[in-house]
């Protein structure tokens, strides 16, 4: 099972902007779909991007949509996400995912898509 670490975490004001990092270990990075959710306060933990192994799909949730990045440096087994324009309601605990399954056709949005999960990261936004 791959192994997933966080960070680039932090406090930011309004209309900042973040890099978050997610760095993998212990598999074939190339053949894993990767995956961004958050979790707030006393929240359910939701989706927020994705990026698929093979055809280098990109999903988003509406939220965050022209305002995120997904992106993926296989070379360097790192998953990023560009947050821009950032807002209070994006404060969260983020975590990154993996998919290490071949074939999988089902949403990539559900939590069950993801066999491996990071510890998560912070991000608060203040207004």
């Known amino acids: 099972q791959v192994q997933l670490v966080e960070s680039g975490g932090g406090l930011v004001q309004a209309g900042d902007s973040l890099r978050l990092s997610c760095a993998a270990s212990?598999?074939?990075?190339?053949?894993?779909?990767m995956g961004w959710f958050r979790q707030a306060p006393g929240k359910e933990r939701e989706f927020v991007a994705a990026?698929?192994?093979?055809?280098?799909?990109?999903y988003y949730a509406d939220s965050v949509k022209g305002r995120f990045t997904i992106s993926r440096d296989n070379a360097k087994n790192t998953v990023y996400l560009q947050m821009n324009s950032l807002k209070p309601e994006d404060t969260a605990v983020y975590y990154c995912?993996?998919?290490?399954?071949?074939?999988?056709?089902?949403?990539?949005?559900?939590?069950?898509?993801?066999?491996?999960w990071g510890q998560g990261t912070q991000v608060t936004v203040s207004s």
């Open positions: 212990g598999g074939t990075f190339s053949r894993y779909g």
């Open positions: 990026v698929r192994w093979t055809s280098g799909l990109t």
């Open positions: 995912a993996a998919n290490s399954r071949s074939g999988y056709s089902r949403p990539w949005n559900l939590d069950d898509a993801y066999e491996s």
